[in-house]
Every structure is written in C-alpha cells, then in structure tokens.
C-alpha cells in the first residue's frame, strides 16, 4: 500500500495526513509528531481531527511534552501498560500483604503491621518473593536500623517473613531461596512497680469511670493475660463452674486455660454484659482492637513513669509478684503466662532466686542463733558447777 502524502502544519515537527471516518467517507486529518529525545528520532501518531479532537496546536504541545520526557512516548506507554497488566498476575509483596490484610481485618494487631508494611512497601513491595535475595532483606534491615528502635526492625521483618509465608502456604507464590533471618534485640524489659506505686494505681483504677479501661487493667493484673487475649476474650471462653478461662489462639500458638482465681472471677462477675460475645467488646459490639487514652489516663493519675504499659506492665507485675513471693516454681509460672518456652518466664528467675536468698539467709540466722543458744546453755551450767 502506497505511503499517503504527509501535509506539513505552521509547527515544527507537526504535520499529519488525509484519512476517512469509516463507512460516511467523510475527511479527516490524523496528526503526527516528530522529535528527539535521548538522541532518538521518535516519529509517531498524535490523534485524530475529530475520534481525538486533535489540533496542530495541541499536538505541538504533546510533541513538547514528550520531548521534555513529561509524556511518555506511544511506545512507552504501551510498554507500561503491558508491564501493569504483567504485574496484576504477579503475586509481589504488595499483592501478597492486600490479601494476607483482607483476612486479618478482625486481628489487634493490624494497625501495627500497616504502619510496619509502609518500610517494606517502600523498598520490596514491588518484587516477587522467588526474586529476593539475602542482600534485598540485609539491606531493608541496615536502612531501617538507622532510624528505627531494634525492637521495631525486627517486627517489620517477622511481618515480612508473616506475608511470605502466607502466600507460600495459600499456593499463590515460591517463596525466597534463603532463611529471613530475624536479629536478635537484647532489650527484653520487666516492668515492675513498687508496693506504693501498686497502691496508687488501684486507687486510680477504682475512681475512673470508664469500666471498660479500669475491669481490662485489672484483669491484666489479676491473670496476667496479654492485652491481645484480653481483647480477644468472650463470655463463652469463662467456665465460672469448672474455674478457668480458656485463651484462644495465643501468642504461644495452641489454645491455652489458666485458672480463673477468686479476684478475676469477682472482676467478672460485676462486669457489665451487653449484646456482643466479647467480654470488652470494641466499636458497634465487635472484637476491641485499642483503649491506649483511657488506660494511660488511669496511668498519668496514679503518677506511674511514662514508660509504664498500662496492660502488658500490669502482665509482668502479676509475674514479678508470684516469681518473689518463692512460693510458685518457673515451670508453673510459665504455663500461668502460657509462655511456648520457658526461656520466656527466665526473666524472672532472679526475683525467685532473690527469695530463696533471703530464705537461705534466715536459715542461717536461725541455725546461727540455735547455736549460740547451745552454747549458752552450756556455759550456764559450767557455772553451776
């Protein structure tokens, strides 16, 4: 087919061609522009007269465009659209955490893993698991290392291994040639309060008028149950007959029941019921997910230091208190803080061995003083004679 006459315009690089709109056979001009960029001679079409409402001035304008690189080219463009389309089939990282988020939409600690997935998206969210290497995680972790806390890093990469894993177990993906090592954070802390501090907080618990906040705090002190449990927990999931409480998947991982002592069972017993399944139920009868403003107010009042957790603190008090008072070993505390191991419930062994120190020293007072009571005696009757 013979080339059609090219028609030049008053605009450098613009000139276009005679064509027909379909069956009418009615005249219509088809605009091209010609131009450089990166030393490239890039000549292509810019629209129709009417299909396009094309002009030559505005297709000067595209042509200026394009060459300033604002536009992509024809080519490009559909180069990116093919690349989209691509990628949709794909199951990257990003694709990966909308579905793993969609069935997580009920779990606490979801608002935590979005803000988390922010520094993963930002450098691995467009990548497909089967193409990272040790070197994409090795430096996901030193960037975020030098501005996150060492606790943090590792729960962005727990939540990276979280979604990879997923996809791998749901089928939709391969997952990485190598092991997401975790880095180890030497800052596990035991937060502990004083027997003055404890009164003060029990005093500020009973006068706050926010049931919900002050019954989750002392629960949390009386049982010793994370917050995510606490929030977790339904009226079915307490036998007051048999005197338990059963946890639902826990941290730890299967299903756990700790007692349900006589203060716990007084806490909820008194606790107001309402219409949904949940103990502390959240918004419109659902699972809780936050009570940060109302427990740390409960905090401020008592006058507890800033870094006190309201919950999670109250959980290592009840530990702390059980580990000192000597009279319950670490294998029984750690299956009352359902730890998984019991390199967990180690933290507090030194308050149980300071017990048994005190406990060692009064023996010897004790065996010294009958002694020395001995030997009194003796000289008495010495002198008797």
Same mark, same amino acid.
């Given at each position: 087919?013979?080339?059609?006459?090219?028609?030049?315009?008053?605009?450098?690089?613009?000139?276009?061609?005679?064509?027909?709109?379909?069956?009418?056979?009615? /005249?219509?001009?088809?605009?091209?522009?010609?131009?450089?960029?990166?030393?490239?001679?890039?000549?292509?079409?810019?629209?129709?007269?009417?299909?396009?409402?094309?002009? /030559?001035?505005?297709?000067?304008?595209?042509?200026?465009?394009?060459?300033?690189?604002?536009?992509?080219?024809?080519?490009?463009?559909?180069?990116?659209?093919?690349?989209?389309?691509?990628?949709?089939?794909?199951?990257?990282?990003?694709?990966?955490?909308?579905?793993?988020?969609?069935?997580?939409?009920?779990?606490?600690?979801?608002?935590?893993?979005?803000?988390?997935?922010?520094?993963?998206?930002?450098?691995?969210?467009?990548?497909?698991?089967?193409?990272?290497?040790?070197?994409?995680?090795?430096?996901?972790?030193?960037?975020?290392?030098?501005?996150?806390?060492?606790?943090?890093?590792?729960?962005?990469?727990?939540?990276?291994?979280?979604?990879?894993?997923?996809?791998?177990?749901?089928?939709?993906?391969?997952?990485?040639?190598?092991?997401?090592?975790?880095?180890?954070?030497?800052?596990?802390?035991?937060?502990?309060?004083?027997?003055?501090?404890?009164?003060?907080?029990?005093?500020?618990?009973?006068?706050?008028?926010?049931?919900?906040?002050?019954?989750?705090?002392?629960?949390?002190?009386?049982?010793?149950?994370?917050?995510?449990?606490?929030?977790?927990?339904?009226?079915?999931?307490?036998?007051?007959?048999?005197?338990?409480?059963?946890?639902?998947?826990?941290?730890?991982?299967?299903?756990?029941?700790?007692?349900?002592?006589?203060?716990?069972?007084?806490?909820?017993?008194?606790?107001?019921?309402?219409?949904? /399944?949940?103990?502390?139920?959240?918004?419109?009868?659902?699972?809780?997910?936050?009570?940060?403003?109302?427990?740390?107010?409960?905090?401020?009042?008592?006058?507890?230091?800033?870094?006190?957790?309201?919950?999670?603190?109250?959980?290592?008090?009840?530990?702390?208190?059980?580990?000192?008072?000597?009279?319950?070993?670490?294998?029984?505390?750690?299956?009352?803080?359902?730890?998984?191991? /019991?390199?967990?419930?180690?933290?507090?062994?030194?308050?149980?061995?300071?017990?048994?120190?005190?406990?060692?020293?009064?023996?010897?007072?004790?065996?010294?003083?009958?002694?020395?009571?001995?030997?009194?005696?003796?000289?008495?009757?010495?002198?008797?004679?």
């Amino acid at each position: 087919m013979p080339a059609k006459k090219r028609f030049k315009t008053k605009y450098a690089g613009v000139y276009y061609i005679e064509s027909s709109i379909g069956q009418t056979g009615k /005249p219509e001009r088809i605009y091209y522009v010609v131009y450089r960029r990166s030393g490239k001679l890039i000549e292509e079409k810019a629209g129709r007269q009417y299909q396009d409402d094309m002009t /030559p001035a505005r297709a000067a304008a595209l042509r200026l465009q394009r060459m300033e690189g604002k536009q992509l080219s024809n080519k490009e463009r559909r180069e990116a659209e093919r690349a989209a389309k691509q990628s949709k089939k794909k199951w990257t990282i990003d694709r990966l955490w909308e579905k793993y988020r969609a069935q997580r939409d009920d779990y606490p600690t979801l608002r935590t893993d979005r803000s988390n997935y922010r520094h993963i998206k930002n450098q691995l969210g467009t990548r497909e698991p089967k193409d990272l290497i040790q070197l994409d995680v090795d430096r996901l972790r030193i960037r975020l290392s030098k501005k996150l806390k060492p606790q943090t890093v590792k729960h962005v990469l727990q939540l990276l291994k979280r979604i990879i894993n997923f996809g791998v177990n749901k089928g939709l993906c391969q997952g990485p040639g190598f092991k997401i090592e975790m880095p180890r954070v030497h800052n596990l802390t035991t937060e502990d309060l004083t027997t003055e501090q404890l009164q003060s907080l029990l005093k500020a618990i009973n006068k706050d008028k926010d049931i919900e906040a002050a019954n989750l705090m002392r629960m949390a002190l009386f049982t010793g149950m994370r917050r995510g449990e606490l929030f977790k927990l339904k009226w079915d999931d307490v036998d007051f007959e048999r005197g338990f409480i059963h946890i639902r998947d826990p941290k730890g991982g299967a299903d756990q029941r700790i007692p349900l002592n006589d203060a716990a069972r007084e806490v909820l017993e008194n606790h107001p019921r309402s219409e949904s /399944p949940f103990v502390f139920p959240g918004r419109w009868g659902g699972q809780r997910t936050e009570i940060r403003t109302s427990v740390n107010r409960i905090r401020k009042r008592a006058g507890l230091p800033e870094g006190f957790r309201p919950l999670h603190g109250l959980r290592h008090v009840y530990a702390s208190i059980l580990a000192s008072s000597g009279k319950v070993d670490m294998y029984t505390l750690q299956k009352l803080l359902t730890h998984k191991s /019991p390199q967990m419930t180690q933290r507090y062994a030194h308050l149980r061995d300071e017990t048994l120190r005190r406990a060692a020293d009064l023996a010897g007072e004790l065996i010294q003083e009958a002694v020395n009571s001995k030997s009194e005696e003796h000289a008495i009757k010495l002198e008797d004679r």
